[in-house]
């Protein structure tokens, strides 16, 4: 089979065609004949920091955690899917996974779930990693119909699937972004804009919250951005954040007695932990999706396996606006 391979990590590190030995369906493994894997921040932080993040796997690398494609073959032990089902997932690429730059990849059964009817194959890779984090991030702050939902960044990979699904939840959605694209975008969400650059945190929660704060406030920005989320967070609020690796000051949290959460998806991933978990949120993520209440964000520009070098360059540019995904 066709894959990309890096031989090397770093800044300049080049992906490499290569031809390899197709795998084969090990016991609770899918063999998938990828269609499409789209790109995430962790991708491109594990081709520039290699062995620096200690979850990047051994050379030569097969990188791509998000996939959508069909099943060809599956394991010893595997129930619920067959050769020839359309899926989606997010199972490799990190520590001794094999990743989805490639015609084929084995499969963790319990990492998948069938692909959402209504998207296309482009489409369902775009949302696995994304979709996980938000769905995760929301439950553990226990939204539910008639909060107030502020959402950090509600027009990236991970924020614009937060702000779909808070607004499905029944939640009052408001989201921090900047430009008129942006604006656009969360307002065809159902959620209203926040110019960050123009307005101060207590100006929006007194404009939005009368100077409550919002009940949950999920932090796709994360590291500094964390300290506006608890000055935005009401009493006894719930702050989600996917990007916690900074040092803080936690006395505001502490006088509004708020529950933080932090969400590193890649767990059941890197530690084989409750790995099901992540196929039962894809399953209620698909419904979703085909109750309409979810759509992925896709960057316009389209890009093949050999040009996923590109593609990386794009999304590390901060140009692209929703998913970069590439078609295998």
Known sequence: MK????????????????????????PGQVIVRVAATSINTVDTMIRQMGKDLPLSPELPAVLGMDFAGTIEAVGEGVSGFSPGDEVYGCAGGLA????????????????????????????????????ITAFEGLQRAGVKAGQSVLVHGGTGGVGHVAVQLAKHFGATVYSTASGEQ????????????????????????????????????????????????????ALNGHVSSTVAMVDLDLTTA????????????????LHNHHREVHGDILTKLAQIVDQGGVKPLLDDQRFNLAEVGKAHDRLTSGQAIGKVVVEI
């Open 182 to 233: 942006a604006f656009d975008i969360l307002k065809g969400y159902g959620a209203t804009p926040i110019d960050y650059k123009t307005e101060t945190v207590n100006d929006y929660v007194q404009a939005h919250t009368s100077g409550a704060g919002f009940d949950v406030v999920f932090d796709s920005v994360g590291g500094a951005n964390m300290a506006n989320s608890f000055e935005a967070a």
């Open 254 to 269: 502490h006088f509004k007695g708020l529950s933080v959460h932090v969400v590193f998806m890649l767990i059941p991933m």
């Open 3 to 26: 894959a990309m391979v890096l031989n090397q990590y770093g800044e300049q590190a080049a992906f490499e065609q290569t031809e390899m030995t197709a795998p084969s369906a090990q």
């Open 96 to 131: 001794d996974l094999q990743g989805a730059l490639a015609e084929y990849m084995p499969a963790d059964a319990r990492l998948i779930a069938h692909k959402p009817k209504s998207l296309t194959m482009r489409e369902a890779a775009a949302l696995p990693l994304v979709g």
